[in-house]
C-alpha cells in the first residue's frame, strides 16, 4: 500500500515550456486534491476533485488545468509555465463517508518545480 | 470565508523547553481544526485535529492543543521538545459545507521550529 505518490519528485522548467504532474493513490479515495505550498504563505488549494471525471477549482487555479479520468489519478497541468508558478505541489486525496464526517486528507511527499 | 493566522512565523527554543504555537482562525461556520508538521524535504503529517467534544485535544509526539472557540484559537503545545522537532508546523481549518463533501484545508502561513541544544 503505497498511499499517495506523486510523479515526478523534480522538475524544471523554461518559461512558456507545458507539463504534467500525476498523483496516484491506491487508497480508493473519492476525493483528490491539488495544493502549492510557497514560502510565508502555506498551502494554497489550487483545484480538487469529488469523483471520477469532476474536477473544480480552488483558491489559486490561474494557470492550471487538471483531470480525473481515473479514480486513482489526478493530473495537474502547466500549459505555459512562468517563474510565478516556481513553487512545491503537493497531492492529496480523502475518502468519503457522510458529508457531515471527517474526511482525513493523506498527502503526497511533494513536487519540487523550478520555471527558469 | 475562511481563514488561519499563524502569528510567529519562527520560533527558536531550547532543548527540553515548552513551547507553544499560536494559530488563529477566522470562520462564520463550525470548522475542524488541524496542526500538521512537515519536516525537511518530507511531505505533511496529520499532528492533531479537533472536530469536536473536549476542547484539549492530544496528538502524535507529545503534542496538544487547545480549542478556545471565544477567541477563534487553537494553540498548540508541548511541554518539553526535542532536537527531532525542529519542522515546519501548520495550522489549518475546513468546514463540512464543501461541494458534496470534500472538505478543503485553508492553512496558515506556517512556523518553523527550531531546536537548540
Same mark, same amino acid.
Given at each position: !500500500?503505497?498511499?499517495v505518490? %506523486?510523479?515526478?519528485? *523534480?522538475r524544471v $522548467?523554461?518559461t512558456?515550456q /507545458?507539463?504534467? #504532474? $500525476?498523483?496516484?493513490q491506491?487508497? !480508493?479515495h473519492e476525493?483528490?486534491?491539488?495544493?502549492? %505550498?510557497? @514560502?510565508?504563505?502555506?498551502l494554497?488549494?489550487?483545484?480538487?476533485?469529488?469523483?471520477e471525471g469532476?474536477t473544480?477549482k480552488? &483558491?489559486? @487555479?490561474?494557470g492550471?488545468n487538471?483531470?480525473?479520468?481515473k479514480? %486513482? !489519478?489526478?493530473? $495537474?497541468?502547466? &500549459? /505555459?509555465?512562468? @517563474?510565478s %508558478?516556481t513553487s512545491?505541489? *503537493?497531492?492529496?486525496?480523502a475518502t468519503?463517508?457522510d458529508?457531515?464526517?471527517? !474526511? &482525513?486528507q *493523506?498527502?503526497? @511527499?511533494?513536487?519540487? #518545480?523550478?520555471?527558469? | 470565508?475562511?481563514s488561519? +493566522?499563524q502569528?510567529?512565523?519562527?520560533?527558536?527554543? =531550547?532543548?527540553e523547553?515548552?513551547?507553544?504555537?499560536?494559530c488563529?482562525?477566522s470562520?462564520?461556520?463550525?470548522?475542524?481544526?488541524?496542526w500538521?508538521?512537515q519536516?525537511?524535504?518530507?511531505?505533511?503529517?496529520?499532528?492533531?485535529k479537533y472536530?469536536?467534544?473536549? +476542547?484539549l485535544v492530544?496528538?502524535?509526539?507529545?503534542?496538544?492543543?487547545? =480549542?478556545?472557540?471565544?477567541?477563534t484559537? =487553537?494553540?498548540?503545545r508541548?511541554?518539553?521538545?526535542?532536537?527531532s522537532? +525542529?519542522?515546519?508546523?501548520?495550522?489549518?481549518v475546513?468546514?463540512f459545507?464543501?461541494d458534496?463533501g470534500?472538505?478543503?484545508?485553508?492553512?496558515?502561513?506556517?512556523t518553523?521550529? +527550531?531546536?537548540?541544544p
Amino acid at each position: !500500500n503505497a498511499g499517495v505518490t %506523486q510523479t515526478p519528485k *523534480f522538475r524544471v $522548467l523554461k518559461t512558456g515550456q /507545458s507539463m504534467t #504532474l $500525476l498523483c496516484a493513490q491506491d487508497m !480508493n479515495h473519492e476525493y483528490m486534491y491539488w495544493y502549492r %505550498q510557497d @514560502p510565508g504563505m502555506g498551502l494554497r488549494l489550487i483545484h480538487y476533485s469529488v469523483g471520477e471525471g469532476t474536477t473544480a477549482k480552488g &483558491e489559486v @487555479p490561474d494557470g492550471y488545468n487538471v483531470s480525473r479520468l481515473k479514480k %486513482q !489519478n489526478f493530473l $495537474l497541468g502547466l &500549459e /505555459s509555465a512562468a @517563474p510565478s %508558478q516556481t513553487s512545491v505541489y *503537493f497531492c492529496a486525496s480523502a475518502t468519503y463517508r457522510d458529508y457531515y464526517s471527517y !474526511n &482525513e486528507q *493523506f498527502f503526497g @511527499p511533494g513536487t519540487r #518545480l523550478t520555471v527558469l | 470565508a475562511q481563514s488561519v +493566522t499563524q502569528l510567529d512565523s519562527q520560533v527558536p527554543v =531550547f532543548e527540553e523547553a515548552p513551547v507553544e504555537l499560536r494559530c488563529n482562525y477566522s470562520s462564520s461556520v463550525s470548522v475542524y481544526l488541524f496542526w500538521y508538521v512537515q519536516y525537511p524535504n518530507q511531505g505533511l503529517q496529520l499532528l492533531l485535529k479537533y472536530l469536536s467534544g473536549s +476542547t484539549l485535544v492530544k496528538g502524535i509526539n507529545g503534542f496538544e492543543a487547545e =480549542f478556545n472557540k471565544s477567541q477563534t484559537s =487553537f494553540h498548540l503545545r508541548k511541554p518539553s521538545v526535542h532536537i527531532s522537532d +525542529t519542522a515546519e508546523y501548520f495550522c489549518a481549518v475546513s468546514d463540512f459545507s464543501g461541494d458534496q463533501g470534500a472538505q478543503k484545508l485553508v492553512f496558515g502561513q506556517g512556523t518553523r521550529l +527550531t531546536i537548540n541544544p
